[in-house]
Each structure stands twice: as structure tokens, then as C-alpha cells.
């Protein structure tokens, strides 16, 4: 979110910056994305939860931290993903590394598969929060863009929602809201075992 205008970033964006597991600086540009409102929140928050009471391993979120986090559901078209939630990594040389080591090793490891030659759009990972939980890091591939931005994209009528046939190869996005009026927040906070602090 832009502090100064309280609006969100976009809801597309590519990371070569060099923070995360899989957005190493020299290539081509990453987006996680999360295969569900939990997966997503844990990403965002879970290294950085309010404070933890050791008697009941207790987090928090605040409501100020619901009304600066956005949140937008994303339409991905057929990708073909390296699937790191499979087993025997070691086919490919790799190990548990590549979810829960340093993050320079698994920079390394998404920008040779951002180079190998069956241009592999992104990888399938678990959560290393929970692994029952699924996320992509989708790469910046010329053929599923420009994103395309479809108002009717949201929950309330997700399971009547298809693409335009035009738009049926790209990234689409629907509007942006605020995580604290997302219709499955508190269902997930309960999920999670998270408090809403004021």
C-alpha cells in the first residue's frame, strides 16, 4: 500500500528486489501469489505476528495492520510450474533448501529454472508456515501479459466467474480491498488461531 495516498500497490507486480525466496535481482521478476486467504495471510504475516504469549502460543494481528493490507483475488491462466510440494526434489539436485533455506540459495535456484530452456513459468511450493498450504512464484513471462482487470472477479461470484475468451491467456485481477473487509477473514483468523487486536 502507498502510505501517502492510501491506495494499493498493483495488484500485479513482478519483484526483482531481491527480498523474498524466489525474486533473485538479476532475473526476470517474481509474484507470489497464494492458493488461499490463510496461505496468503501467512506469507504476509507470519514471521511478524503481534507479540506471542508463551503460555498459549497466542498471535495477533491488529486492526490497523487489516486496514493497510490489500488483498485481490488473481485469475492465473495454464502455467507450467515446477511442482516443489512433490517428493524426491533430488531429481533435479535441489532439497528441503529450496523451501525453507537461505534465501540466497533459493534465488539461486529460481533463476536457473527462470533460464532453463522449457521456460518454466514458476514454482509450486508449500508454505514453509504450514505445509498443507500452496503458493506460486509465478514468473514475469511475456505470454500471459499485459494482466487484464475484470471487476466481476471477486468472491461473492467466484463460482459463476469465467474469463472473457479474450483475456482467457493472461493474468487477471479483480478489485482491490482491504484485507479487514475480506467476507473470509475472521472464518480464517479462527483458522489460523489469530487475534484481532483494536
Not at 494482466?147 to 493472461?170: E, G, I, V, Y
Request: hydrophobic share 35%; proline share 9%.
Amino acid at each position: 500500500m502507498d502510505p501517502d495516498k492510501k491506495t494499493p500497490w498493483p495488484a500485479i507486480y513482478f519483484s526483482r528486489q531481491g527480498r523474498t525466496r524466489f525474486d533473485p535481482t538479476s532475473g526476470i521478476g517474481t509474484m507470489c501469489v497464494g492458493e488461499s486467504l490463510g496461505g496468503a495471510m501467512l506469507e504476509k504475516f507470519d514471521d511478524q505476528w503481534g507479540p506471542v504469549d508463551p503460555e498459549d502460543n497466542s498471535r495477533t494481528v491488529t486492526e490497523q495492520e487489516l486496514r493497510e493490507t490489500w488483498e485481490t483475488l488473481v485469475y492465473l491462466p495454464q502455467v507450467g510450474l515446477f511442482d516443489a510440494t512433490a517428493g524426491n526434489p533430488g531429481k533435479i539436485g535441489v532439497d528441503a533448501q529450496l523451501i525453507t533455506g537461505e534465501y540466497a540459495i533459493t534465488r539461486l535456484w529460481a533463476l536457473r529454472m527462470m533460464s532453463h530452456p522449457d521456460q518454466i513459468d514458476g514454482i509450486l511450493f508449500p508454505s514453509r508456515h504450514d505445509l498443507s498450504r500452496r503458493n506460486i512464484a509465478l514468473f514475469e513471462r511475456s505470454h500471459f501479459l499485459p494482466p487484464r482487470r475484470d471487476p466481476n472477479l471477486s468472491l461473492a461470484n467466484l463460482a459463476t466467474w469465467s474469463p472473457k475468451p479474450a483475456d482467457a491467456n493472461h493474468l487477471i485481477f479483480g478489485p482491490e480491498q482491504l484485507l479487514h473487509d475480506h467476507l473470509e477473514l475472521l472464518p480464517t483468523l479462527i483458522e489460523l488461531e489469530v487475534a484481532k487486536l483494536p
